[in-house]
């Protein structure tokens, strides 16, 4: 027997601390962004392009197992967006984000946002070379989410709880959720916020200038 | 879910370790996984069987090492 013990995602990781190498190269800060299929990645992408200074230096590369709807819609609110395809690949390996890189000026950007695909398992084990990681989740999925995916929600620098204007309507309870948040991810910041409404996004526009280094407003 | 991935990287380390020890086939691959790492072993399996056809790891025999924690990892090939 030939002894190995070699790891498996080996080839994923060496080519994440490859883009993480080029995008210090670029200066360009990076978000990987998480969620559940639809918790509302791309409403509050599209919500962002609305507040952000300039729309047109914000990258995105948006990862589906099919179409490109994604990419339209952000496309349509003066990001720059490009879709990816993962074909049966439940989450976006390194090499396939940095094949879709290519079609991107990094140089022009000033941050990019990774809107990964819809999975609260396989994502959160394939480093991506991001400056940042953020989980989303939304009210009504069920405040023990964090408990049960605490790979996901353990890995995130910052937790958005979305859709917060239906709170009331779903009977969220923000105290067990922030407590099962605390558990498992105790140094996370957590924001409350809408993509619909609006609201929550001054203080989500302001942390993510403070902790990627991009002037906000 | 993602244990095609895992099956593709498997492919790929386990022919360039026939290329570095000049063997023609591989007859038994030794697979640690980690509890926490999110791999169903059917699943594994499968996939094994559904990556390794038409190559030099077809039929190998699969053995999975359970383990705690995350880990992922080629343990053990027997080259023929």
């Given at each position: 027997?030939?002894?190995l013990?070699q790891?498996?995602?080996?080839r994923?990781?060496?080519?994440?601390?490859?883009?993480?190498?080029?995008?210090a190269?670029?200066?360009?800060?990076?978000?990987n962004?998480?969620?559940?299929?639809?918790?509302?990645?791309?409403?509050?992408?599209?919500?962002?392009?609305?507040?952000?200074?300039?729309?047109?230096?914000?990258?995105v590369?948006?990862?589906?197992?099919?179409t490109?709807?994604?990419a339209?819609?952000?496309?349509?609110?003066?990001?720059?967006a490009?879709?990816?395809?993962?074909g049966?690949?439940?989450h976006?390996?390194?090499?396939?984000?940095?094949?879709?890189?290519?079609?991107l000026?990094?140089?022009?950007?000033d941050?990019?946002?990774?809107?990964?695909?819809?999975?609260l398992?396989?994502?959160?084990?394939?480093?991506?070379?991001?400056?940042?990681?953020?989980a989303?989740l939304a009210v009504?999925?069920?405040?023990d989410?964090p408990l049960?995916?605490?790979?996901?929600f353990a890995?995130?620098?910052?937790?958005l709880?979305n859709?917060?204007?239906?709170?009331?309507?779903?009977?969220?309870?923000?105290?067990l959720?922030y407590?099962?948040?605390?558990?498992?991810?105790?140094e996370a910041k957590?924001l409350?916020?809408?993509?619909?409404s609006?609201?929550g996004?001054?203080?989500?526009?302001?942390?993510?200038?403070?902790?990627?280094?991009?002037p906000?407003? | 879910?993602?244990?095609?991935?895992?099956?593709?990287?498997?492919?790929?380390?386990?022919?360039?370790?026939?290329?570095?020890?000049?063997?023609?086939?591989?007859?038994?691959?030794v697979?640690?996984i980690?509890?926490?790492?999110?791999?169903?072993?059917d699943?594994?399996?499968?996939?094994?069987?559904?990556?390794?056809?038409?190559?030099?790891l077809e039929?190998?025999?699969?053995?999975?090492?359970?383990?705690?924690?995350?880990?992922?990892?080629?343990a053990?090939?027997e080259l023929?």
């Open positions: 027997m030939l002894e013990a790891p498996l995602l080996q994923n990781s060496a080519q994440a601390s490859a883009l993480r190498q080029r995008f190269a670029a200066a360009l800060p990076v978000i962004l998480l969620s559940a299929p639809g918790s509302g990645k791309t409403a509050v992408l599209e919500q962002l392009a609305r507040l952000w200074p300039a729309p047109q230096r914000l990258g590369v948006v990862a589906d197992l099919a490109d709807n994604d339209r819609r952000l496309q349509a609110v003066g990001l720059q490009v879709q990816v395809s993962t049966q690949l439940c976006l390996p390194a090499a396939l984000l940095a094949a879709a890189l290519d079609r000026d990094l140089e022009a950007l941050l990019l946002v990774i809107e990964n695909v819809g999975n398992v396989c994502p959160a084990l394939f480093d991506l070379g991001e400056t940042l990681r953020v989303l009504g999925e069920g405040e989410k049960k995916y605490p790979g996901l890995s995130a620098d910052l937790v709880i859709k917060i204007d239906l709170a009331d309507a779903v009977g969220f309870d923000r105290s959720t407590r099962h948040l605390s558990q498992v991810a105790p957590v409350e916020i809408s993509a619909v609006g609201a996004f001054d203080a989500l526009t302001d942390a993510l200038s403070a902790l990627v280094g991009v906000a407003r | 879910m993602h244990e095609l991935s895992l099956m593709l990287e498997l492919r790929e380390q386990a022919q360039l370790q026939l290329q570095l020890h000049q063997r023609r086939r591989v007859v038994a691959v697979l640690r980690g509890e926490a790492a999110c791999v169903d072993g699943a594994l399996a499968l996939a094994f069987d559904c990556t390794m056809a038409g190559t030099p039929g190998a025999a699969l053995q999975l090492q359970r383990t705690t924690g995350r880990s992922l990892e080629l053990a090939l023929q």
